[in-house]
């Protein structure tokens, strides 16, 4: 993945490791809340025979997908 972005403009790539520090630093400096149980999306899904329904995804499950999503293209 680092290689993909390699000289563009603004992109700044780094370690898991060295991101996770960074983000638990930031979170003690500042005093922001760790991920809670909190709703942050709600989609909705198309579903083929019937309505669509609303897919909650609360703070804990996004911040999940998207470590994991970094650590699978890492």
Do not use: Q
Request: proline share 3%.
């Amino acid at each position: 993945m680092a290689l993909r972005v390699a000289g563009i403009d603004g992109v700044r790539t780094t370690h898991l490791e060295t991101f996770l520090g960074e983000c638990a630093a930031c979170v003690m400096d500042r005093g922001l809340p760790a991920a809670d149980n909190d709703v942050a999306v709600t989609l909705f899904t198309i579903g083929t025979t019937s309505e669509p329904k609303a897919a909650i995804l609360r703070h804990r499950n996004l911040a999940s997908y998207v470590l994991s999503t970094i650590e699978f293209l890492g």
